[in-house]
């Protein structure tokens, strides 16, 4: 069974810089995994911030940006915002089936 | 702009077959994957599958022996069907489309949420 593993919590002071991670119980990852980042805040849908590793849709916020650090998925967050409380999944493809972290619940404080 | 809809019932007894439909306006089902999506009140997200515009499908390995999702172009909508639902299967369920050269899942539906409950 895949398993993807995000940290459950991470608390960043305002303005701060932040990264997140997500591993693979298959190995490394790798941009072939087609690394995705989501926000979700409180009662609201799903947002993708960040898709395949690195790139940003319009919407997504200048501090944000995705990697691939040490065999991991990694998202990191620049100059954070109270606005960037949420919970943050990440999501890992596999050769046709997509597999989601967790998630990590970043707290602003 | 897309935009997707999911409408179905919101209670189930266990051991029924649940049936979610999504519906796709405002652009072209073609060349996109169209998945399935559920979250667990209180959980995370967990994929659950999606179709292809020519019809393959591609399921999670652990529902894989309870649910099918198909295509209906014309009305421009696809559906999920998931048999023999029990309490865990108590969820927000979410319909997305999946970009095939990018691999972004945009847009997302608001989401239904679907109760099992004797």
């Known amino acids: 069974q895949t398993v993807v593993t995000q940290e459950p919590s991470l608390t960043v002071s305002p303005g701060g810089t932040v990264t997140l991670t997500c591993a693979s119980n298959t190995g490394a990852v790798t941009s072939g995994n087609y690394p995705t980042w989501f926000q979700q805040r409180p009662g609201q849908v799903p947002r993708s911030l960040i898709y395949?590793?690195?790139n940003k849709h319009s919407w997504t916020p200048a501090r944000f940006s995705g990697s691939l650090l040490g065999g991991k998925a990694a998202l990191t967050l620049s100059g954070v915002l109270p606005e960037d409380e949420a919970d943050y999944y990440c999501?890992?493809?596999?050769?046709?089936?997509?597999?989601f972290g967790g998630g990590t619940k970043l707290t602003v404080l | 702009q897309v935009h997707l809809q999911e409408s179905g019932p919101g209670l189930m007894k266990p051991s029924e077959t649940l049936s979610l439909t999504c519906t796709v306006s405002?652009?072209?089902?073609?060349?996109?994957?169209w998945s399935w999506i559920r979250q667990s009140p209180g959980k995370g997200l967990e994929w659950l599958g999606y179709?292809?515009?020519?019809?393959?499908?591609y399921y999670s390995p652990s529902l894989k022996s309870r649910i099918t999702i198909s295509l209906d172009t014309p009305q421009k909508q696809f559906s999920l069907q998931l048999r023999s639902v029990t309490a865990a299967d108590t969820a927000v369920y979410y319909c997305?489309?999946?970009?095939?050269?990018?691999?972004?899942?945009?847009?997302w539906g608001q989401g239904t949420l679907v109760t099992v409950s004797s």
């Open positions: 395949s590793t690195n």
């Open positions: 997305a489309r999946v970009s095939v050269v990018y691999r972004w899942f945009d847009p």
């Open positions: 999501l890992f493809y596999y050769g046709g089936v997509w597999v």
């Open positions: 179709i292809f515009y020519n019809g393959d499908t």
């Open positions: 405002g652009g072209s089902m073609s060349n996109f994957y």
